[in-house]
């Protein structure tokens, strides 16, 4: 499924590489996608929950839009998008934490954001 690859690409961008402009280069091309199969196919309501979840990650990593608690709330909100595309609660967790330690570890507020902020280099 589309889904599963954006989002583990998401995550490994964001993740091991900290390349937050190829997370978002991804989330833009996903949102495109989700928006053309939520307009051409209404009856499948997965790809308007997946546009809903691309929206919450890329609010939360410009910063300032959503918290860390509304950002959790709202993801959780969508567990029943990621057991239909084989996430699972486990996958919907880990993202959340992914999320959370992300933006505070690089300190990010995109398009900008510190790949060196930590002082483990």
């Not at 889904?3 to 495109?32: H, P, Q, Y």
Request: charged share 35%; net charge negative.
């Amino acid at each position: 499924m589309r889904e599963n690859v954006d989002l583990e690409i998401i995550k490994s961008a964001i993740l091991f590489g900290g390349d937050i402009d190829d997370a978002m280069a991804r989330i833009r091309s996903a949102t495109a996608w989700a928006q053309m199969m939520a307009r051409d196919h209404p009856e499948r309501l997965r790809h308007v929950r997946y546009l809903e979840a691309l929206t919450i990650v890329r609010e939360f990593l410009e910063g300032g839009k959503i918290g860390v608690e509304d950002m959790r709330q709202r993801m959780l909100g969508l567990g029943d998008l990621f057991e239909e595309i084989g996430e699972g609660k486990d996958g919907l967790q880990y993202l959340t934490y992914i999320l959370e330690f992300v933006r505070d570890r690089y300190n990010v507020r995109y398009p900008r954001y510190d790949m060196k902020r930590c002082d483990d280099l």
